[in-house]
């Protein structure tokens, strides 16, 4: 299975990534998630990416195609993977087109669409936190004790991404409304295309999702 969460930035796409990862045991991979890292390592991929990435803005294509070039031909990668912020452009659509005709991969790509109003999602991101301890992401807008991780329990431990202030995730959606969204167009005629609502529950929202791909 191959699948592609796409939407806006905060409407869920890791939460529900890490769900179907875990549920049908392939990899989660985050372009985010390995920029950061790519960042806090201070490689050279993540000197280039940082500045652009605290202003919100897209890291450039060639890039971006090297990195997925190399993700995907991954041994890990070999029986299906969660694809959670690629593509965001249609250059990168059509890469990714490139190095799954290159793999012959046999797995079916299927592309998921959460949506969500912009003004939830600023409420959203300008709440959610990383506990430094344990990794895990929390909003607190949801937790009862704003000062204690509700997984591993340390205090004060809660670090918000840089690229979660107002004024860069306002940047973020209109990078997102401007040259992501259309990347949806791309795909209208793929047999395997689904609209989830991303304001459900959680869990209601990866049920809608399982439910979608066993139709298809
Ligand atoms: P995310 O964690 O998916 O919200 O990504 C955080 C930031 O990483 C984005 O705002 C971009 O600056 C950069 N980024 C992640 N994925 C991509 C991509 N596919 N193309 C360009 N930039 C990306």
Redesign the pocket.
Known sequence: MQLILFGA?GVGKGTQAKILSSKFHIPHI????I?RSAVNKKTELGLQ?KE??DK????PDDL?LKLIDEVLHDEKAKNGFIL??????IQ?AEKLDDVLENLSSKNKLCVIFLSADDELIVKRLSMRRTCSACGNIINLNYIEDPSSCPYCGSKNTFIKRK?DEEDIIRN?LKVFHETTAPVINYYKDNGCMMEVDGTLAVEEVTAKIVENLVKH
């Open positions: 930035p985050s372009t985010g998630d920029l990416a652009i990435m919100g803005e897209l890291v971006m959670d912020g690629f593509p965001r452009t990168q690229d973020r």
